[in-house]
């Protein structure tokens, strides 16, 4: 009986300490995650990395970018939901599913203490964000598509054709089109525009119905690169006959360079920034990720005055552990009063932070 006993402690105790090791590893490094910016929390299970890939309890963050989550325990998967977008994500499974296109990601969710932890990298971008990992930080930043990070966006359609347009490095045209691909019609540049001044990305828009013969739509995405004036020129025709144009619509494009950024520091707290349309900010703090410490916004400014970019860290000029620079972009969306505020702190720490930042920003026309 007392063999058994101590076999039995023994193998609890072997139990315990691999439990332990598990533990360690996944609590090797911290990692954090933002999006748009903002830290995220997570009270439980934290980050942690397997394959290269940063895995996460995935609710928090995808509540963060606009996503609608919901779990079937049944069968252990993860429905998620933006806007027109809906992917579906299965524990164990390296498939995945965005509007029904089976996609293959490298590694799976799974279960670790009673939470799943999903790649966050596939799931921000089947929601149609971007993730970018900064090794030296330990930072996966998550940006969603609905947030303009730099200049302001004018939108086109037909009834603008023949128009000179104003534009900054940095700002973003549309043009969408009513077309019809039933018809054999479509709409197609006559001749490329100027790739060193614009970038340009198409796409399609499906028919509002299903009904045979219906229009959708064609849109070009248009980003102000660097000065100077591109012509547009749009022929909607069917492709055999390039000769016989339906209808043409034509734009020119005067871009100027975007005014240099005014820049502020911790310096500046409690100050009240005045920025005109068109006109932009930095944001510049002293930082040290190697003691654990991050600024992260508490209070962000109102999107639908202000947007930022997500941060960049500007390491010192010298040996590790130097500290570098935090630094923001804010671009004017519409004119407004918002105010803002970041703390630098240890993510998940009920610390008071070590410093605060905070300012007021008055956008006019």
Same mark, same amino acid.
């Given at each position: 009986?007392? &063999?058994?006993?101590?076999?039995?402690?023994?193998?609890?105790?072997?139990?315990? %300490?691999?439990?332990?090791? $598990?533990?360690?590893? %996944?609590?090797?490094?911290?990692?954090?995650?933002?999006?748009?910016?903002?830290?995220?929390?997570?009270?439980?299970?934290?980050?942690?990395?397997?394959?290269?890939?940063?895995? !996460?309890? !995935?609710?928090?963050?995808?509540?963060?970018?606009?996503?609608?989550?919901?779990?079937?325990? =049944?069968?252990?998967?993860?429905?998620?939901?933006? /806007?027109?977008?809906?992917?579906?994500?299965?524990?164990?499974?390296?498939?995945?599913?965005?509007?029904?296109?089976?996609?293959?990601?490298? !590694?799976?969710?799974?279960?670790?203490?009673?939470?799943?932890?999903?790649?966050?990298?596939?799931?921000?971008? $089947?929601?149609?964000?971007?993730?970018?990992?900064?090794?030296?930080? &330990?930072?996966?930043?998550?940006?969603?598509?609905?947030?303009?990070?730099?200049?302001?966006?004018?939108?086109?359609?037909?009834?603008?054709?023949?128009?000179?347009?104003?534009?900054?490095?940095?700002?973003?045209?549309?043009?969408?089109?009513?077309?019809?691909?039933?018809?054999?019609?479509?709409?197609?540049?006559?001749?490329?525009?100027?790739?060193?001044?614009?970038?340009?990305?198409?796409?399609?828009?499906?028919?509002?119905?299903?009904?045979?013969?219906?229009?959708?739509?064609?849109?070009?995405? %248009?980003?102000?690169?660097?000065?100077?004036?591109?012509?547009?020129?749009?022929?909607?025709?069917?492709?055999?006959?390039?000769?016989?144009?339906?209808?043409?619509?034509?734009?020119?494009?005067?871009?100027?360079?975007?005014?240099?950024?005014?820049?502020?520091?911790?310096?500046?707290?409690?100050?009240?920034?005045?920025?005109?349309? /068109?006109?932009?900010?930095?944001?510049?703090?002293?930082?040290?990720?190697?003691?654990?410490?991050?600024?992260?916004?508490?209070?962000?400014?109102?999107?639908?005055?202000?947007?930022?970019?997500?941060?960049?860290?500007?390491?010192?000029?010298?040996?590790?552990?130097?500290?570098? =620079?935090?630094?923001?972009?804010?671009?004017?969306?519409?004119?407004?009063?918002?105010?803002?505020?970041?703390?630098?702190?240890?993510?998940?720490?009920?610390?008071?932070?070590?410093?605060?930042?905070?300012?007021?920003?008055?956008?006019?026309?």
């Amino acid at each position: 009986m007392k &063999k058994s006993a101590g076999k039995m402690s023994l193998i609890v105790l072997c139990a315990f %300490i691999l439990a332990a090791m $598990a533990t360690c590893a %996944i609590a090797e490094d911290t990692y954090t995650v933002t999006v748009n910016g903002t830290v995220v929390s997570f009270p439980d299970q934290q980050p942690y990395v397997k394959n290269d890939r940063v895995m !996460v309890p !995935v609710r928090a963050p995808m509540e963060a970018m606009g996503v609608a989550v919901s779990w079937n325990n =049944t069968e252990q998967s993860a429905t998620m939901v933006k /806007g027109d977008i809906t992917a579906v994500f299965t524990v164990g499974s390296s498939s995945y599913t965005v509007n029904g296109e089976a996609l293959t990601m490298d !590694v799976a969710p799974e279960i670790v203490v009673d939470r799943v932890a999903f790649p966050i990298r596939y799931c921000a971008e $089947a929601m149609g964000g971007t993730a970018t990992y900064n090794d030296k930080t &330990k930072t996966v930043a998550i940006v969603t598509n609905d947030v303009p990070l730099t200049g302001k966006v004018i939108d086109t359609t037909v009834a603008d054709s023949g128009k000179s347009i104003d534009m900054m490095a940095g700002d973003v045209l549309t043009i969408t089109l009513d077309s019809n691909s039933s018809t054999g019609f479509l709409w197609a540049f006559k001749a490329n525009p100027d790739e060193s001044c614009i970038q340009v990305k198409e796409t399609y828009i499906d028919p509002p119905t299903d009904a045979v013969g219906t229009a959708g739509q064609q849109k070009w995405t %248009i980003t102000a690169a660097k000065p100077g004036t591109v012509g547009i020129e749009i022929g909607y025709a069917r492709p055999w006959e390039h000769a016989t144009l339906e209808n043409t619509f034509t734009l020119t494009l005067n871009i100027t360079a975007a005014p240099e950024a005014v820049e502020y520091t911790i310096g500046d707290s409690g100050k009240i920034a005045t920025l005109k349309m /068109g006109e932009e900010m930095t944001l510049a703090l002293e930082s040290n990720p190697s003691t654990g410490f991050f600024w992260a916004f508490t209070q962000s400014p109102d999107a639908n005055i202000l947007t930022y970019s997500d941060v960049q860290f500007e390491p010192a000029p010298a040996s590790p552990g130097s500290p570098g =620079t935090d630094r923001w972009l804010f671009t004017p969306v519409a004119p407004g009063t918002t105010t803002f505020e970041l703390a630098y702190a240890q993510p998940g720490s009920t610390a008071t932070p070590d410093k605060f930042m905070s300012m007021t920003v008055i956008v006019t026309e």
